[in-house]
């Protein structure tokens, strides 16, 4: 829940902003362990849907944060003083709202906080698992290592996203252009062609009618079909952004035959991952897997790894309670997490499983578009001959009559 206050910093400043927690005495609590001394908080409103729908404009996005890891890594790698990185990052920076936060980070340093605590307060655009690196890396003193993990973990996910979207393009092109010629063929063409059947006196058959009545219906009220499509597109927007759309997505992807097999080894590969990277920076293990949550676009997940948290804090192995979960998790991910656990090489382990569900990501991926191309030239020349079928039926009626 989002929360905005008023507080003082120890040098009598006014700050306001917003902090997000669970109720409102954790909210106070952690603008407390900031140093701050809260005059006024109350509970932010929720977000209207063009609140939510302006996050697609105005956001951070995934390529913005690429490059902003990437640039503060080399910064620091050159052994420059974090505030001059900042100031460097802010003059590079284009992105307006990572620009200002880059600021507001900048800022916080300068009262006196850590640069964890300052991303902390930018929750919106820096998450669980990008502060919690920091804050490991600010007690082990290697902060230009963990930010270039940080960059090589950002690239990657970049790149694994970037390859599912594309596996979708093409079949998103063909399917728009074929929706859009059988529209102009239904309400373009068939109406002129209409008045010679019906002068002619020639059975339609039943396909020719249904194609025929349903261009004649777009033709005569296509001013409130493009509204109904219009008010389709806001409410499935503004559900799909809302808690109860998220979880529903989540529960389909794992669930739906085709997308399961490219979601989990794209879940499986962030899961391990930030695994290892959190493991690698001393982070517990209960803790990381309540970070790892936070990482992960899947409110199902988040929920799992929640729950996983809670059992290795009540004496369960990670891998027991991995195993737990099949449905969510592949055997191959408990068994290889069994052996990091006896092993002692936990943090190798996951590193491994990440570079085996990388590659099985990329084959189901290109697996994928091998298979849908195929598919779908088969699915429209079916539906383009039904729909040429429905004038060329009428028409061989037409000139036997004349015979």
Do not use: C
């Amino acid at each position: 829940m989002k929360y905005k206050y008023q507080a003082k910093t120890k040098e009598g400043d006014t700050q306001i902003g917003y902090v997000e927690a669970a109720n409102r005495d954790a909210a106070v609590t952690v603008l407390s362990g900031h140093g701050l001394y809260v005059l006024k908080i109350e509970e932010s409103e929720k977000s209207s849907f063009l609140d939510r729908f302006s996050v697609y404009f105005s956001g951070v996005k995934r390529q913005d944060m690429v490059v902003f890891t990437r640039q503060f890594a080399t910064l620091l790698q050159a052994r420059l003083p974090l505030k001059n990185a900042l100031n460097t990052l802010y003059d590079q920076t284009a992105n307006p709202s990572l620009k200002n936060s880059i600021a507001m980070i900048s800022q916080d340093i300068d009262a006196g906080l850590a640069l964890s605590q300052a991303m902390e307060r930018q929750s919106d655009i820096f998450s669980g698992f990008f502060v919690s690196m920091i804050r490991s890396a600010e007690v082990t003193g290697n902060l230009d290592e963990v930010m270039e993990f940080l960059a090589d973990y950002n690239e990657r996910e970049a790149n694994l996203i970037s390859k599912a979207r594309s596996a979708m393009i093409y079949p998103a092109v063909i399917i728009v252009l074929f929706v859009v010629v059988a529209i102009v063929m239904m309400v373009v063409v068939f109406p002129q062609i209409r008045p010679i059947f019906e002068q002619s006196g020639v059975e339609l058959p039943l396909l020719s009618r249904i194609f025929l009545n349903s261009g004649q219906v777009i033709s005569d009220w296509w001013f409130a079909f493009l509204l109904g499509l219009a008010v389709i597109i806001v409410m499935v927007a503004d559900y799909v952004q809302s808690p109860e759309g998220k979880a529903f997505l989540s529960d389909l992807k794992i669930k739906a035959p085709i997308i399961k097999k490219v979601y989990i080894p794209i879940t499986m590969t962030r899961f391990a991952n930030a695994s290892a990277m959190l493991l690698q920076g001393g982070v517990p293990v209960a803790q990381a897997m309540e970070i790892v949550g936070e990482t992960i676009d899947s409110s199902l997940y988040r929920e799992i790894l929640h729950d996983i948290s809670n059992d290795v804090r009540q004496g369960v192995s990670l891998s027991q309670a991995i195993i737990q979960r099949p449905e969510y998790f592949p055997s191959l991910v408990h068994q290889m997490v069994a052996v990091g656990e006896t092993s002692g090489q936990l943090t190798q382990m996951f590193k491994k499983i990440s570079d085996f569900y990388t590659r099985e990501a990329d084959t189901m991926v290109s697996n994928l578009v091998e298979l849908i191309q195929p598919v779908l030239l088969v699915g429209v020349a079916i539906f383009v001959g039904l729909l040429f079928g429905s004038i060329l039926l009428p028409l061989y009626s037409l000139t036997s009559t004349f015979q």
